[in-house]
């Protein structure tokens, strides 16, 4: 096979994928400050990860030390490229920390243990039930709430939400579940967002502000619009008409 040949030869080898959140240890922190985390029935090998923004390089570092296993979650299920959301204590960590349960009553079934020593954990499906002290509440069909903590933002109370088991320590929201796609877009510094079509809507039940710089027009679900700018422009090729109940200028 000659040299041109070969160079247009491109080699694709297919990213291992990990379906679901995962149980995994902190093997090392990097120079940069990141940690380096591993977990059962890992196919790469121990990979740096990237961590939710309310865990610092200290946590990570105390993590590590006290060998705490954390809660994985991976990027678009790719296995090099794992997120560290919260840290799970062991089962027998957490029960060492607690004061003696009470014996069971008779015919009573034992309370269910995560199977957090597999690395596996189970997900469900909740509804949020309302938010106390900063902290969301959730439930999962038991009927009765529980305080969760979240590895993501909330955007209402209404939609449902994904839950992790995450041990004595109670559940970890993990996602949350739209009936439409979030309102909400993220681009990069200088790129353009178009929408085109035979007709736009963009709808607000309470209020609607469109804003650039010093410009801001804003539409009130009341029935009032207003415009604030340094300078207003009104140009037209026909008529231009101002009607209303009364007109005042100045």
Sequence with gaps: MNSRVKERIQIVQARPKINGPRLGTIQSISSTGLAVVDFPGNPLGPQIARSASSIDAARLADWQRQSVSV??????????????????????????????????E??????AVPAVESGRMAVT??????????VALVETGSGVPQRARTAVSL????????????????PV???QV?????????????????????????????????????????????????????????????????????????
């Design 125 to 134: 499906i909740g509804r949020l039930v309302g938010i106390e002290a900063n």
């Design 71 to 104: 809660l994985l979650l991976f990027e678009d299920s790719d296995a090099s490229r794992p997120i560290i959301v919260e840290a799970v204590p062991s089962v027998s960590d957490a029960a060492s920390s607690q004061t003696p349960r009470r014996p069971r």
């Design 155 to 170: 955007r209402n109370l209404k939609d449902p939400v994904v839950i992790v088991d995450a041990g004595p320590d109670g």
């Design 173 to 175: 929201i993990i996602g």
């Design 178 to 250: 739209f009936a439409d796609i979030p309102g909400s877009f993220e681009v990069g510094t200088g790129a353009d967002l178009m929408l085109k079509g035979s007709r736009v809507t963009i709808e607000a039940e309470v209020e609607l502000v469109l804003k650039a710089g010093s410009s801001t027009v804003r539409l009130e679900s009341k029935g009032k619009a207003s415009t604030t700018a340094d300078q207003i422009v009104s140009t037209a090729r026909v008529a231009n008409k101002v009607r209303g109940g009364s007109v005042q200028l100045n």
């Design 106 to 111: 008779k015919g009573e079934r034992p309370a």
